[in-house]
């Protein structure tokens, strides 16, 4: 009996099988590795709240940002209102408020005189506005722009050289104002209307025209107004009030700018002076309850 095995593959089949072998060790290799990838994605986009509701944004972060700068690949646009840029805004960055009717038309000017990336950044993690920046630059057609959704106060602490605060650069740690230095300033709304009736306080509204969309202040004649942007007119407030001993009341749309006009109000030294906490939304919010529980 001939006990030979017969090789039923034809020749050359098990150089075939190792390959098909290999091919497919490679492949779950990739795929391992892919899955490993998305997982990293997934633990870097930790505090990024913005970063899964807008996930056609490519970001940046400050490390990858700070190359670009170095290597002078980049053009840095600021996309928050005039007043944040002039207040802490990132050295060297252009002024291009996403919320203007101009934006659109001015990215394609800019993408026109240049070919460098363009990055826009806001506040920080949970400031949305580079991320819809990023969108309206994709819905025109502007290429390569990106998000550095950190913001701009991590940037000041980590790169306080590549950062400017009231027009000083570099920017000093101890010279941004922490959370708890704001709160110190913030009040209710309803501590807000029972302390502006003592005797020497003045109110300020300090919305832009559009939020007060021609109305008058919630405060029945007693508040005055003031655009942020006004800074000469806003140094003339702060001077008398010093002169005057009085207390200054200022509340914005939402709480979100009175943050900005705290750095005004401490490079000029003024201690007397209150935020209304959550803004004129907050106060009217308030009203409604009050309303709905009598």
Excluded at 123 to 136: D, H, L, W
Excluded at 243 to 267: C, E, H, M, P
Aim: aromatic share 12%.
């Amino acid at each position: 009996m001939n006990t030979n095995k017969v090789n039923y593959y034809p020749q050359g089949a098990n150089k075939l099988r190792r390959s098909l072998s290999y091919v497919l060790l490679t492949s779950m290799l990739l795929m391992f590795a892919l899955i490993l990838s998305n997982h990293a994605i997934a633990k870097d986009d930790t505090g990024f709240p913005g970063r899964k509701l807008y996930p056609q944004v490519t970001t940046l972060s400050k490390e990858q940002l700070y190359d670009k700068i170095v290597k002078e690949e980049v053009v840095i646009v600021d996309v928050r209102s005039a007043y944040e840029f002039q207040t802490l805004k990132i050295l060297n960055a252009i002024n291009i408020p996403v919320s203007k009717k101009s934006f659109a038309t001015k990215l394609k000017v800019l993408r026109a005189k240049t070919d460098k990336d363009i990055v826009f950044y806001c506040n920080g993690r949970t400031c949305f506005k580079s991320y819809n920046a990023v969108m309206k630059a994709i819905k025109y057609n502007v290429k390569n722009c990106f998000s550095y959704d950190a913001g701009v106060f991590e940037w000041a602490l980590k790169y306080p050289n590549e950062a400017t605060l009231l027009a000083q650069t570099p920017v000093e740690e101890d010279a941004i104002i922490s959370k708890d230095e704001l709160n110190a300033h913030l009040l209710s709304p309803k501590e807000f209307e029972q302390r502006s009736l003592e005797t020497n306080s003045i109110i300020y509204d300090v919305r832009d025209r559009m939020q007060r969309r021609g109305s008058g202040g919630i405060f029945m004649f007693r508040d005055k107004f003031v655009g942020l942007d006004n800074v000469r007119k806003l140094h003339k407030i702060i001077f008398k009030a010093e002169q005057n001993n009085s207390t200054l009341f200022f509340y914005d749309a939402k709480g979100k700018q009175v943050r900005w006009l705290q750095y005004t109000l401490k490079a000029q030294g003024l201690t007397k002076y209150y935020f209304m906490k959550g803004g004129a939304a907050a106060y009217y919010k308030m009203l409604r309850e009050e309303q709905a529980g009598s």
